[in-house]
């Protein structure tokens, strides 16, 4: 048994490396196979470091089923001398980036509404938007991934992905 688990581990292991580069055979692999996005790929450094912002937003739906205005949800708060030492909620702008960056590319590679909207990124964004405060009024909620560029972006954001409405009730 123990052998079993360390070739899984070497397996998951190397397919990791593999993942890091950008050979087209294995994103073609990757893109069939690996639809729970368990194979991980960082982007901290050259030759493509991530250089956009992602910016989760909501709206909800009344009972009349009227939409409101879309609010931001703020994942960046100004920082203290304090956060570099304990930063408890980069944890939590750190997950939704995440989460967001694996769906919308989820997204890009399945044309499938089915596979976007059962992926885990797409379920945990949903509930996260969902467990939020609402309204008595409230009864549907529905999510935005946008994306900007920069702290004081020059331009509007682009918006990369709109949810279906859900339930909040």
């Given at each position: 048994?123990?052998?079993l688990i360390g070739i899984v581990l070497?397996?998951?292991?190397?397919?990791?490396?593999l993942n890091q580069f950008s050979f087209p055979f294995f994103r073609s692999f990757?893109?069939?196979y690996d639809h729970f996005m368990v194979l991980p790929k960082w982007t901290f450094f050259a030759p493509h470091p991530g250089c956009t912002d992602y910016r989760l937003?909501?709206?909800?739906?009344?009972?009349?089923?009227?939409?409101?205005?879309?609010?931001e949800i703020p994942l960046v708060?100004?920082?203290?001398?304090?956060?570099a030492l304990w930063n408890p909620d980069k944890r939590l702008s750190k997950g939704i980036f995440d989460?967001?960056?694996?769906?919308?590319l989820i997204r890009q590679t399945h044309e499938?509404?089915?596979?976007?909207?059962?992926?885990?990124?797409?379920?945990?964004l949903a509930h996260y938007v969902n467990s939020l405060p609402y309204a008595k009024s409230t009864h549907y909620r529905q999510f935005m991934i946008a994306q900007s560029h920069g702290m004081f972006p020059k331009t509007a954001p682009e918006i990369l992905m709109c949810s279906g409405v859900h339930c909040v009730r």
């Open positions: 048994m123990i052998e070497l397996i998951l292991f190397v397919l990791s490396i990757i893109a069939r937003l909501y709206r909800d739906y009344d009972d009349q089923e009227q939409p409101s205005e879309w609010r708060r100004k920082r203290a001398w304090l956060d989460l967001a960056q694996s769906l919308i499938s509404l089915a596979v976007t909207m059962t992926s885990t990124p797409y379920v945990a």
